[in-house]
């Protein structure tokens, strides 16, 4: 069973940066792939970033390649998502999930997660 819990939403002006952490409880943390997704108003919750359960592979969508960085801290049982040149398309409520124990390859869609937290929401205004 893993536990996750989000943190570091808030609002913040366009072209600024925030930072998210997800903190995990159960020791499948650190042999799980993990994601973080988002959900915006009206829309469906999509892949933004992906991390293999060693680090050794991200992967990002198209829209925040070159500005998002997904890394891990698995003595801290952390997964973060550094945000930075934010844009107001980047307003939703954030996710971390992780795949499940044994499962170490980025996948895309949202089925092959076991486990969510509960979200964070970042506002970005123009």
């Known amino acids: 069973q893993v536990q996750l819990v989000e943190s570091g939403g808030g609002l913040v002006q366009a072209g600024g940066s925030l930072r998210l952490s997800c903190a995990a409880s159960?020791?499948?943390?650190?042999?799980?792939?993990m994601g973080w997704f988002r959900q915006a108003p009206g829309k469906e919750r999509e892949f933004v970033a992906g991390?293999?359960?060693?680090?050794?592979?991200?992967d990002y969508a198209d829209s925040v390649k070159g500005r998002f960085t997904i890394f891990r801290d698995n003595a801290k049982n952390t997964l973060y998502l550094q945000m930075n040149s934010l844009k107001p398309e980047d307003t939703a409520v954030y996710y971390c999930?992780?795949?499940?124990?044994?499962?170490?390859?980025?996948?895309?869609?949202?089925?092959?997660?076991?486990?969510w937290g509960q979200g964070t929401q970042v506002t970005v205004s123009s």
């Open positions: 999930a992780a795949r499940g124990l044994g499962y170490s390859d980025i996948v895309y869609d949202i089925r092959n997660y076991a486990y």
């Open positions: 159960g020791r499948t943390f650190s042999m799980s792939a």
């Open positions: 991390l293999s359960w060693n680090g050794g592979s991200t």
